[in-house]
């Protein structure tokens, strides 16, 4: 009687078990959890190396990804030397290296739409999505409008000057160099002069 | 007579029970082994569905190292505080943002989706196959808080890699991925003309398509080459 009883006992748990796994499998129930993964047997799967973004113990500030020692040029682009307000040296030095094919302005709008549009909206216009869509609660503060950049000023100030906005930062606008490398940043430069042409003719 | 049956009855009855739990067990073991619905606690309740979803943020704008590195990159503070230096600075959620920016320490996220050290896995490769992110890691844009889409197992690398057709969804607007040219056929054209002379090399599989192929723009791997399905690949 009691082996009776304890084999459907069993019979009856693992069919839920099934049930259970199955549905999971299909995606009727969901399941998520927070706890740190199994791990049966963790032959090789963690190993003492260094990861990228990981902690390092071996480094007394315990990063793992290095900083180039000092005085070292990168093989693939280089460091933007000027900041903020030296437009002078910015004119003299910056020359666009482009030319505006095919090609680069496809680069330049998608890396326009990737990294600007959510402020500077697709056409430029300075009224993007985090400018019009955001709800803010009382007491908070949004976002300020950022510049036209197909407007006259923008328009008049030179190739080299833009990069040297995007490489340095201007006020609100963030220096982009840590994200883009100097030709995606020419690409850009190219693109916008694209946008400020294309909004004439709508005009 | 009676005896008889009533053991095969007990045989049939067992044979079904290890069937129903094997079953069970193997359907369970993507959750239980392999991790499937992963999603640790984090330290700032960043939404991927407002950022993406609400606001169409692409995602190589914060996972901007995916295209041209191995790894892709968790956005430092500072490519935060670009927006947040104003916009809801002064909310409770991004208080700790605050924080880690004054105080130069980085925030310690941490990490939904991992490959076993042995292994290794480049981003680069199949960004520029424009092979899209929700193939592997789902609709993030959808997810209030990141969890583990599917299981890594080396069975469905290597059967994306025979079949890409089956597996691959072509890049979409929302991953922000550059599509345009990409100049991967000179590559190809140069393992065709210096892997086809010798031998294969161990593990890989051959297959009667030789040409590159495009299936919507993604790069066809079944080409020689060092061979998607070599073991020192993904192996070190």
Avoid at chain 2, 87 to 112: A, C, G, H, M, Y
Wanted: proline share 5%; glycine share 4%.
């Amino acid at each position: 009687m009691i082996r009776t009883i304890f084999k459907w006992f069993l019979m009856v748990l693992s069919s839920l078990l099934l049930i259970v796994a199955i549905l999971l499998h299909f995606g009727v129930i969901k399941f998520y959890r927070e706890f740190q993964p199994f791990e049966i047997i963790a032959d090789m799967d963690n190993q003492i190396k260094s990861l990228p973004q990981k902690e390092s113990n071996f480094f007394v500030d315990s990063a793992s990804f290095r900083n180039p020692v000092e005085n070292t040029i990168p093989k693939i682009g280089s460091k933007y030397h000027l900041i903020d307000l030296e437009y002078e040296e910015a004119e003299n030095e910056n020359k666009n290296p482009l030319e505006p094919t095919e090609k680069v302005l496809a680069r330049g709008k998608n890396r326009f739409e990737t990294f600007c549009v959510p402020c500077h909206n697709h056409d430029g216009k300075g009224n993007g999505v985090i400018i019009t869509k955001v709800k803010l609660k009382e007491g908070e503060e949004g976002f300020p409008a950022p510049a036209n950049l197909t407007r006259e000023f923008t328009r008049t100030i030179s190739d080299a000057r833009i990069f040297h906005i995007l490489s340095a930062g201007q006020n609100l606008m963030f220096p982009v160099n840590y994200k883009l490398n100097e030709t995606d940043r020419w690409a850009l430069v190219h693109y916008i002069r694209k946008l400020q042409k294309d909004s004439n003719i709508k005009k | 007579m009676a005896d008889s049956k009533s053991v095969k009855n007990t045989i049939y009855f067992w044979l079904l029970w290890i069937i129903i739990t094997i079953a069970g067990f193997y359907l369970l073991y993507d959750y239980v082994i392999k991790n499937t619905g992963f999603m640790p606690a984090q330290p700032i309740q960043f939404s991927h569905k407002v950022h993406s979803g609400d606001f169409g943020m692409k995602c190589l704008s914060c996972h901007t190292s995916a295209e041209n590195s191995a790894y892709s990159e968790i956005p430092t503070t500072y490519s935060c505080m670009v927006c947040h230096i104003a916009l809801k600075n002064t909310s409770d959620l991004i208080k700790p943002l605050n924080e880690s920016f004054d105080s130069l320490k980085p925030i310690i996220w941490n990490r939904v989706y991992r490959v076993p050290d042995f292994a290794k896995f480049n981003h680069k490769v199949h960004i520029n196959s424009l092979i899209d992110c929700s193939t592997c890691h789902g609709e993030v844009e959808k997810m209030e808080k990141v969890y583990q889409f599917r299981p890594i197992t080396m069975s469905w690398c290597i059967d994306c890699h025979r079949y890409p057709e089956k597996y691959a969804i072509p890049a979409r607007d929302i991953s922000g991925i550059f599509s345009a040219d990409i100049n991967l056929d000179s590559l190809n054209l140069y393992k065709k003309k210096y892997y086809s002379i010798i031998n294969p090399p161990y593990g890989m599989w051959l297959s009667d398509v030789y040409e590159s192929e495009y299936l919507k723009n993604i790069v066809y791997p079944r080409v020689y080459s060092r061979g998607n399905e070599n073991c020192s690949v993904c192996h070190h």
